[in-house]
């Protein structure tokens, strides 16, 4: 995979990740889309960030886990500019995407 930094690439995903890292490594990848990270901090406003409630007399606070709004299915694609962490990213699951050059 010959991928220069600063360039930016399309990443198709050919086939649905097999392990829990690869999946994880492809949802952080989507985000760095400038369209999915736009819908992501609309999604992320709108949801409730911290609840409280009292137990046992004293005040607990839980944070909400963000979910992504995307799904990482075989024939989506996202584009993104490579970094160099994004370039150790795509190596790692390589074998689930397909990347060119725009």
Known sequence: MDI???????????SKPTNRGARLTLERLFRKDPEIAKAYRRFKE??????QKRRGGRWWSHRM????????????SFSV???LDVV???????????????
């Open 4 to 14: 220069t930094p600063n360039s930016d690439v399309t990443v198709e995903i050919t």
């Open 46 to 51: 709108q949801r409730p960030s911290l609840t």
């Open 65 to 76: 886990q963000t979910k992504p709004n995307f799904s990482v299915e075989p024939g989506r």
């Open 81 to 83: 500019r490579t970094t």
């Open 88 to 102: 150790r990213d795509l190596q790692s699951v390589e074998r689930f995407v397909k990347v060119t050059a725009k």
